[in-house]
């Protein structure tokens, strides 16, 4: 399961987005989950490029995993 969501910051002109994705197997998704961000950005920098093409696509991290070998994790 996948699902992706923007949020829209009008004062600062930036767009966020973020990833979540769950699997039943054993393996980790956290490579899925930051293409998923990185994908749903450069999309919105493709439909924007007209407008400005000196945007900047930054931050781009894990911010929680749960399961698999190594446990749980959250970001500082």
Do not use: N, P
Not at 35 to 41: D, E, K, N, P, S
Not at 45 to 58: E, F, H, L, N, S
């Amino acid at each position: 399961k996948v699902s992706i969501a923007f949020t829209l910051d009008e004062s600062s002109h930036r767009v966020q987005c973020e990833a979540t994705v769950e699997c039943d197997g054993k393996t980790g998704v956290e490579m899925e989950a930051l293409t998923a961000v990185q994908v749903g950005l450069l999309t919105v920098y493709d439909m924007c490029k007209a407008v400005d093409r000196g945007m900047v696509i930054t931050d781009v991290r894990l911010l929680h995993k749960a399961g698999g070998k190594s446990g749980e994790w959250r970001a500082a």
